[in-house]
């Protein structure tokens, strides 16, 4: 596996890990993401020092204004895009306007990923080696009981 595909599985497991801590903890108010880098539960799990965290804050801080601009503008051009196929606008207009909005979501995607990343790359190799065992477990968590043959649905 090549680096670069390894920090994106990593960035991604990142996001999945942090759900054992959201379980423990009163849910954020909406519109604000969990810091899981100032959570106690998670610090400890990760083993992460006070300057990893504050490292990995200051990238949330610096990415932080540009993502809330994307996700501004994405969200602009989906309510766009409702007005249009409310309307019934031609399918050549709405092909351009679906165009724009995938666009936008691959952008701020992009963005979100290359921050992910820049944390994770804070992270020490056996700290990363801990996000897979966590995101083993959150997975094995999250799926629902096999069905047995003839069970009622």
Known sequence: MTISLRLRTLAALLLLTA???????????????????????????????????????????????????????????????SHLIQTDADEAVLSRQIDRVESARANANKTRSLMLVQMLKVLTHDQRTRFRALHDR????????????????
């Open 19 to 81: 759900a054992p801590v959201l379980a423990q903890r009163p849910p954020d108010p909406p519109g604000r993401p969990f810091a899981w880098w100032k959570s106690d539960p998670f610090k400890k799990e990760l083993g992460l020092t006070a300057d990893q965290s504050s490292r990995i804050d200051k990238i949330w801080e610096t990415t932080r204004p540009e993502l809330r601009q994307e996700w501004d503008e994405l969200s602009k051009l989906e309510d766009k895009l």
């Open 138 to 153: 959150w997975q094995q968590e999250q799926q629902p009981p096999a069905r047995r043959p003839g069970d009622a649905r």
